[in-house]
């Protein structure tokens, strides 16, 4: 794993800079109400995600945790829609406060994180559910997207 960093903390810190540079430093303003409104769809959304993702794996007993060794491969629920669907919940959130704000700088953080999971964690994470549980992993890897 190359960051011990969690990622539930590189998105706190990506929402707290959104929202500092939004008031900050609002290059340019991009979406304006009605349009903005639209944003808070997302703002609900992810963290319904991010919240069922993580009652899953409590209840089932597995660490959400990515550099610990998962004992239960979840695939109900949010995973039926999306491998990794706490990920998706976090830029989802971070799209929505973007949407809401309407400033352009805004937009950078949402697709920052993403990028950041797509290196720092997925890969990672995905190797180690293959090592884990080989053949029922590449059946649900085949059957549902990394994202949506």
Known sequence: MKSKIRPDIYFIVF???SILFHFGLPIKKALFPPYTYVG?????????????????FKKKKTTVKPYEQPTHLLISGP???SRHPMYL????LLLGVAIVHGTLISFVF??????????LFIPFEETNLERNF???????????????
């Open 79 to 81: 995973f039926r829609i």
């Open 40 to 56: 808070w769809v997302f703002v609900a959304i992810g963290p319904i995600l991010i919240i069922w993702t993580d009652r899953l």
């Open 110 to 119: 949402p697709v920052v994180l993403g990028i950041l999971m797509e290196l």
């Open 15 to 17: 929402l707290a800079l």
């Open 134 to 148: 080989g053949k029922q992993y590449l059946k649900y890897k085949q059957r549902v997207r990394r994202w949506i």
């Open 89 to 92: 919940g976090m830029v989802l």
